[in-house]
């Protein structure tokens, strides 16, 4: 088997598996080890050498069991939209792109700030050399 791509994704084909798996977005390790567990893949063999037995295995249960790809991202996406709609503080926070989890901003998240240093000496160019 030359190239592998599963839900418009190529994994490469000198990883095992259970690794190439988790290129896929919204599947990682630990869910490639039940998909391989489900399609009866026990020795984690690299993506070349796979059999089309096992590839299509692979295919029917990510397709019929997980959402993967771009239906995920889009229900992210329409779940936060929803939050904005609705005016929920996770929402505002998501639209001001600040920390929507509870994280501290005085001190980190500087860089979704936009790396903002509003101290004293931050920034602070050398002081000129005597002439």
Known sequence: ???????????????RIEIAMSY??????PASKKILAQAEITDNPKVADLTDAQISKLRDIIEKHYKVEGDLKREVLLNIKRLKEIGAYRGVRHSRNLP???????????????????TMGSGRKPAAEKT
């Open 1 to 15: 088997m030359a190239v592998l791509r599963l839900s418009g994704v190529t994994l490469p084909a000198t990883k």
């Open 24 to 29: 896929l977005y919204g599947v990682g390790v």
């Open 100 to 118: 929507v989890r509870g994280q501290r901003t005085k001190t980190n998240s500087r860089t979704v700030r936009g790396n903002v240093r509003r």
